[in-house]
């Protein structure tokens, strides 16, 4: 079958529409198999932008497939989303394999969802009562080993319920605490059968936050995935942020905390507990107030009060107390290594002075801005959060350009939402992530738009930052959603914004009894939205997890509401450092990067309403600046074709 076109498997009379009654074959479907394919027999990059609609995960699987059966070489698909990955491994993948039957597929996830039944049983082993500073602790240790019985898997996500990480860290499988082939439990770990599926698979299926973290320890010989040389991102739109997150540095109070409890407590729990251990208490409880007294100049940084991000500059006066005490406390684990009766116990130290050492190292870097290109920052929370330090690339261009790019030699990326204008350049795209060259395609949508979707834009020039635009608003949402049929997203860029109009609508949507889901109201993103498709005619409020990767089918969703454009955080140290870096070269940084970077983002909103041939509905923007600034026009051109009509707020 390796021999098989595109057109045989995904055509009008391909195996597909065999297999599966209903199948639709669509013509941009075609294209883009053809392009992937074309991109693996070339060895070369292709960006492909491929609309709701298109089928894009069975336009990249069957190439992908035909080449790993074909030649036995591995390939990867990543995702940005949960949802996709589950689409992929538990639909799109099995109904490849109605038509491949050899093909193995295996989900990949990282170490830390697994077991290390060798840390549990020395966690069982008399260091409850140490370890663990409550009884639900030690009952939910027990019933972790009960579970460890019957799993196959040893995922945590198997357990069904979710330990207290208090309690997982003392039984995760950790590479700093591995022994490997040494291992007594070797033959029956839980991670190393999952690297055994790993290597035996012909498709690995990742999420992107994976992927990148296995990119950045490939300098350091410690990655993960195994070779290969193809991958396709899928919802590649998020590439930037995600790389930029994970090509960097971040240093918590709640993660030194945490390592400092693991050790020694301040309710005299801990690996310490032991009586010859005792020497070196004092050195944890050093390091606790040196640390106490880093993060209590973090948090008096002088910042702007607008944001919780503070940029690290020359004048940011912090004196680094915590890579010292960090370095003593190191010197004294390695002597705790030394007096430890027992290979597990020396273990757990030499894995804690690593992770030590790592914060001692990383709080160095991060203060000492020791890498050039790099935005240093802090990050104090207003409300509720741990104060944290970070090093981000000024740009991930360069970065990919040399680890991803250069090394691989066919790196697929596709979206619903990769062009910033109506071309196939992908320029913005490019300039974001150092992808040169290859194919690029812009394929065509499978919709209507034009008799699907009633565009509907404010022209009442009210600043959307203001109070009175909020009033406005919550006034005009109460009307519109009289006579709206279907449920509603009301979409927002910022909570703040969320609650103050929630609040002005909140009496009169009490007094029409309407099923209100509001994001922050204690309920997970999954569960909202299952609840949304339930009632059939729900409102939600929901900020930027909600403009993307959320299928709503039928009449549970027939209207879509934009109340800001999505431009990024103005204040954010990165963003600012990106703005100056562009305008330093004689660039415009609003149109060269917060004009693009908001159009893709509205065009995931915008996308959230159409998801199938079947369905209708309206789109409004709020926002003003679409109609009455010179750039507006730019955000229209990029949403398809509408029938479109003026309102007043």
Not at 83 to 94: G, R, S, T, V, Y
Not at 123 to 142: D, F, I, P, T, W
Not at 215 to 220: K, V
Not at 482 to 487: E, I, N, Q, W, Y
Request: proline letters at 4%.
């Amino acid at each position: 079958m390796s021999t098989l076109s595109a057109l045989d498997v995904l055509g009008p009379e391909g195996l597909l529409s065999q297999k599966l009654p209903g199948w639709e074959s669509r013509p941009q479907q075609l294209v883009m198999a053809d392009t992937v394919a074309e991109a693996i027999a070339n060895r070369t990059h292709a960006v492909i932008e491929a609309p709701t609609g298109v089928g894009k995960s069975f336009a990249y699987l069957v190439p992908l497939v035909q080449h790993a059966l074909a030649t036995g070489r591995k390939v990867v698909v990543s995702t940005g989303t949960i949802a996709l990955q589950e689409q992929l491994i538990n639909k799109d993948i099995p109904t490849i394999q109605t038509l491949f039957p050899e093909l193995k597929a295996v989900l990949v996830k990282g170490r830390q969802n697994y077991l290390s039944l060798r840390r549990l049983e020395h966690a069982l082993g008399g260091g409850q009562q140490s370890y663990y500073e409550s009884n639900e602790h030690v009952r939910e240790l027990k019933e972790i080993a009960d579970w460890s019985a019957e799993t196959v898997s040893g995922d945590r996500t198997d357990l069904g319920w979710i330990p207290n990480p208090a309690v997982w860290r003392h039984v995760v499988s950790d590479r700093g605490n591995c022994l490997g082939r040494k291992c007594p439990t070797f033959d029956q770990c839980f991670f190393y059968k999952a690297r055994r599926e790993i290597e035996d698979a012909h498709l690995l299926v990742v999420n992107h936050h994976l992927y990148f973290s296995d990119l950045a320890l490939r300098d350091e010989h410690a990655a993960f995935l195994p070779g290969h040389e193809v991958v396709v991102f899928d919802e590649a739109h998020t590439l930037e942020d995600v790389a930029t997150d994970h090509l960097g540095t971040n240093v918590s109070e709640a993660q030194v905390r945490h390592v400092l409890d693991v050790l020694w407590s301040r309710k005299g729990k801990g690996l310490l507990a032991a009586e010859e251990f005792s020497f070196a208490r004092a050195a944890v409880e050093d390091t606790r107030i040196c640390s106490e007294g880093l993060w209590r100049d973090v948090a008096l940084l002088p910042g702007d009060g607008k944001d919780d991000t503070v940029p690290l500059g020359e004048g940011s006066r912090i004196d680094n107390v915590l890579s010292p005490a960090c370095d003593r406390l190191c010197q004294v684990l390695d002597e705790c290594r030394a007096r430890a009766r027992d290979e597990n116990t020396a273990n757990e130290f030499r894995a804690q002075a690593e992770r030590v050492a790592i914060i001692a190292g990383s709080v160095r870097g991060i203060l000492g801005r020791a890498l050039p290109n790099y935005v240093y920052f802090a990050t104090v929370p207003r409300g509720r959060g741990s104060p944290s330090l970070a090093a981000n690339p000024l740009s991930v261009a360069e970065l990919l350009k040399e680890k991803l790019f250069a090394e691989t030699p066919t790196v697929i990326l596709t979206s619903a939402t990769l062009a910033a204008d109506d071309s196939e350049r992908f320029l913005f795209l490019r300039r974001r992530l150092g992808i040169e060259g290859g194919l690029a395609k812009r394929l065509d949508t499978p919709f209507d738009y034009r008799t699907q979707v009633r565009l509907m834009l404010n022209r009442t020039p009210l600043d959307p930052n203001s109070s009175d635009y909020e009033t406005a608003l919550a006034r005009w949402l109460n009307d519109y959603l009289v006579t709206a049929s279907g449920g509603t997203f009301i979409l927002f860029t910022s909570y703040r914004q969320l609650e103050a109009v929630f609040q002005h609508m909140r009496p009169e949507l009490d007094r029409r009894n309407r099923f209100v889901l509001r994001q922050g109201d204690q309920l997970g993103r999954s569960q909202m939205i299952d609840l949304f498709k339930r009632v059939g005619n729900a409102v939600l409020f929901g900020t930027s997890s909600f403009w993307e990767g959320v299928d709503v089918q039928g009449e549970a969703l027939t209207n879509v509401i934009i109340t800001k454009l999505p431009f990024e955080a103005p204040n954010h140290p990165v963003v600012q450092a990106r703005h100056r870096e562009i305008t330093a070269r004689g660039g415009n940084a609003f149109m060269e990067r917060t004009v693009p970077e908001a159009i893709l983002r509205l065009k995931q909103g915008f996308g959230r309403l159409i998801r199938t041939r079947s369905d209708t509905g309206t789109v409004v923007i709020c926002d003003h600046r679409v109609v009455t600034k010179a750039y507006g026009r730019y955000f229209v051109r990029a949403l398809p074709e509408c029938a479109t009509e003026m309102f007043s707020l």
